[in-house]
């Protein structure tokens, strides 16, 4: 079974191969899996920007489909262009008159009252890692290559934003990723996706995991057995004489970070609601079955009992199982059999599961204040091409968003008459990313200190949407 991990580098490395060399690994924890440092810059106060929904959102699911979902096929058909870029599917209507989706999404199009789409998303980027770390970041990154591996001056990613300068009140697990992070072929992971050049101490807290596999066993999470509520007070009492000796040693300021993630890691074991959240046999059958029997579905179920035990923000990624060829929960990177993939595979993995997700936080109540994002990377090309696939194309795409007093029912922004370009209201990453702070409280002109004490803006300039936030 995977268990949860966080990327650490520098002196944390070090320390754990001290302590697996010092033996406390029999200990029955493994904490420098669980969290990275400390956190060592610190949010300045920002003026909230004036408006009725500042803060609403309690709670944000942000749903990445990477590899790029076809706007054709998805939130924005184009019923009246020529096939070659309509290809062979119809727009269906939904439940708010005049608004049309393309008829591989017929949940969605009947909880279209919920949503709100923006259909004029723009990165003009058709790389996928860089793209994707301009929308998982609302920064411009400085190349537009492919391929791109993580880099210790990279932005921090919303999630990690959210997890340190908006911490949950209610359990130790403020911004989690699963069930795995974002990577090109040949496992190369993408930048913009944990604490950049805040380092360790603001990465989410990735958990690798597969929630179809019950029941799930995360490390860190449970303890081993025999090891009773007075044990694991003795050990932190243990491990905590041992910090001190080993802070003495090593005379690094970075070391004092550690003790935060060590007092978040025993909440962790000492927090029954959070453990609980993973126990997914919990959930009565006719549940499971509604979110899907796939690794998606399931991670939308997970995320959805993470909120409810206080979570802030969960980011879950649509899983790379195989490659687009066969069958399962490939990638959306449709660059042949575009049209066989979306009908057979891909959308009614996301359709049903994605409106069973609005439906049941709406039913417990929790759709008020939990923000739900369905995102990719960039969208897919207008034309067909000559294998029948669409290509990368990062200058116009779809984004649906509802909940946390987002006006259902609307649709922002538009496209040209063959999906290809803005045609109006065009919508770049920093404005989404201010629209998501602003929502989860954090105010777009709020500032945070770096390691070196410069302060440094939470977003690149953006603009919350006035539609979104009722400004």
């Known amino acids: 079974m995977s268990n949860p991990r966080i990327v650490c580098s520098g002196p944390l490395s070090t320390r754990r191969e001290w302590l697996r060399v010092g033996g406390l690994g029999a200990f029955g924890l493994s904490l420098a899996h669980l969290l990275g440092p400390g956190l060592r810059g610190a949010a300045a106060a920002g003026n909230p920007v004036p408006g009725?929904?500042?803060?609403?959102?309690?709670s944000c699911i942000l749903i990445f489909l990477a590899g790029g979902p076809p706007q054709h096929e998805?939130?924005?058909?184009?019923?009246?262009?020529?096939s070659e870029i309509r290809d062979t599917f119809r727009s269906i209507p939904t439940s708010v008159p005049g608004t049309h989706f393309c008829e591989t999404l017929p949940r969605p199009a009947r909880i279209a009252h919920r949503l709100s789409i923006l259909r004029s998303m723009t990165t003009e980027i058709d790389a996928h890692s860089t793209s994707g770390a301009f929308m998982l970041t609302g920064y411009e990154p400085q190349t537009k290559a492919e391929n791109v591996p993580p880099g210790p001056q990279d932005w921090p990613s919303i999630a990690s934003m959210v997890g340190m300068l908006k911490p949950s009140t209610r359990s130790p697990m403020s911004s989690v990723v699963l069930p795995e992070p974002l990577a090109n072929d040949g496992n190369i992971l993408w930048p913009g996706q944990n604490g950049g050049f805040m380092g360790p101490a603001w990465h989410p807290m990735l958990m690798r995991c597969d929630p179809t596999q019950l029941p799930m066993q995360i490390e860190g999470l449970s303890r081993q057995p025999g090891v009773s509520d007075l044990r694991l007070e003795d050990r932190r009492s243990l491990l905590e004489q041992f910090d001190a000796r080993f802070r003495q040693g090593m005379g690094s300021g970075a070391v004092a970070s550690w003790d935060h993630s060590h007092q978040?890691?025993?909440?962790?074991?000492?927090?029954?609601a959070s453990r609980r959240a993973f126990e997914l046999e919990r959930e009565p059958a006719a549940v499971r079955e509604a979110y899907g029997p796939h690794k998606f579905g399931q991670s939308l179920l997970l995320a959805r009992r993470l909120v409810e035990a206080g979570t802030r923000l969960v980011q879950v990624n649509w899983p790379r199982e195989g490659k687009a060829e066969v069958a399962g929960s490939p990638l959306w990177d449709t660059h042949a059999n575009n049209a066989s993939r979306v009908r057979d595979v891909l959308?009614?993995?996301f359709?049903?599961?994605f409106a069973t997700l609005i439906d049941d936080l709406a039913a417990r109540g929790l759709l008020d204040e939990t923000l739900v994002v369905a995102l990719g990377e960039f969208g897919r090309s207008p034309k067909i091409n000559a294998v029948g696939g669409r290509d990368h194309w990062g200058a116009c795409f779809s984004v649906a968003m509802a909940g946390a007093g987002v006006p259902g029912g609307q649709v922002i922004g538009s496209s040209d008459r063959i999906g290809a370009y803005p045609d109006s209201r065009p919508v770049r990453p920093r404005d989404l990313s201010a629209t998501l702070f602003h929502l989860l409280g954090i105010s777009p002109s709020t500032e945070f200190l770096d390691p070196l004490g410069r302060p440094r803006p939470v977003t690149d300039g953006g603009v919350a949407l006035r539609e979104l936030i009722g400004a």
């Open 52 to 58: 009725s929904r500042f803060g609403q959102a309690k």
């Open 74 to 82: 998805t939130f924005d058909p184009k019923p009246e262009a020529p």
């Open 264 to 272: 978040k890691a025993f909440e962790l074991l000492h927090a029954d």
């Open 347 to 349: 959308c009614p993995q």
């Open 351 to 353: 359709d049903g599961p």
